[in-house]
């Protein structure tokens, strides 16, 4: 008898010890596993696509065209489920309509509550020269320009095209507007930290962002309130800064 409770002890002991591991097994798969997370972001005006061909309405109903309309997102940094900081050091986004897809880095596995980053540069980043970087660098000497040589600073929003000035609002979109925004005090902080989801293991992860151009003019007359080169109308590039994290959205 003894010896059969001795069997016994041990067979029950080695099922519980493969069920533990299994169940560990189950928990954690792939320990320190990561996924790449990339960012599919779509420039809209509205609810239509923006592009450099299409006449749009603002608000309003006045008619503009767009013939340029580029923008830095940076310092982009990942909320983990628990609250804590999960920064993607060195990733800067030059965003325009025509690409949409924008690869950040390997993450971990997990769930996340949402994501921060800044509508344009740190100054520590802004202030560096743009001829260091490699040609195909978000940072690198752009064509057209993204940079202000003269005051050794990038153009953060840099949006220009044709709208209509005439009283009514009921012309054609044929005088020339121009929104330069720039300057370290101009940056401004986008809050996504409420927009959660989770990596997987063994699947790449794609977020989808939205920017209303739209939003990025709201209360903005294009009658009235057509150039600003930030210093020469600063009123109207903080006008813009400020309208700029409610302009983006994560589906």
């Known amino acids: 008898m003894n010896n059969k409770q001795n069997y016994f002890g041990i067979l029950i002991l080695v099922i ?68 804590s900081e999960l920064p993607l050091t060195d990733i800067v986004l030059l965003v325009n309509p025509a690409d949409q897809d924008y690869e950040l880095t390997d993450v971990p596995v997990g769930d996340y509550k949402g994501i921060k980053m800044l509508f344009g540069l740190d100054s520590v980043t802004n202030h560096t020269d743009p001829a260091i970087y490699p040609a195909g660098d978000p940072l690198a000497i752009q064509t057209p320009g993204i940079h ?36 370290d005090a101009l940056k401004r ?43 020469n109308n600063m009123p109207l590039a903080t006008k813009i800064a400020d309208n700029f994290p409610a302009s983006i959205v994560m589906e």
């Not at 239509?48 to 299409?54: G, L, M, S």
């Not at 050794?152 to 009921?170: P, Q, R, V």
């Not at 959660?196 to 309130?225: H, I, Y």
Request: hydrophobic fraction near 35%; proline fraction near 3%; charged fraction near 20%.
């Open 148 to 183: 202000w040589d003269w005051n050794s600073g990038y153009i953060f929003l840099k949006m220009e095209g044709l709208c209509d000035t005439t009283i009514a609002g009921n012309g054609v979109a044929d005088y020339p507007f121009f929104y330069h925004v720039g300057m």
């Open 16 to 83: 519980a010890m493969i069920a533990f591991a299994g169940c560990e097994k189950d928990a954690d798969p792939v320990p320190n596993a990561t996924q790449k997370l990339s960012i599919h972001l779509h420039t809209n005006v509205g609810n239509t696509e923006a592009d450099y061909v299409t006449t749009f309405s603002d608000g309003s109903g006045r008619k503009f065209t767009l013939s340029d309309c580029r923008y830095y997102l940076s310092n982009l940094v990942l909320i983990k489920s628990d609250g």
């Open 189 to 231: 902080t986008i809050d996504l930290s409420n927009q959660p989801f989770s990596v997987v293991s063994g699947t790449d992860k794609e977020l989808f962002v939205e920017v209303d151009v739209l939003e990025v003019l709201a209360n903005v007359d294009l009658r009235t309130e057509n150039e600003t080169h930030t210093f």
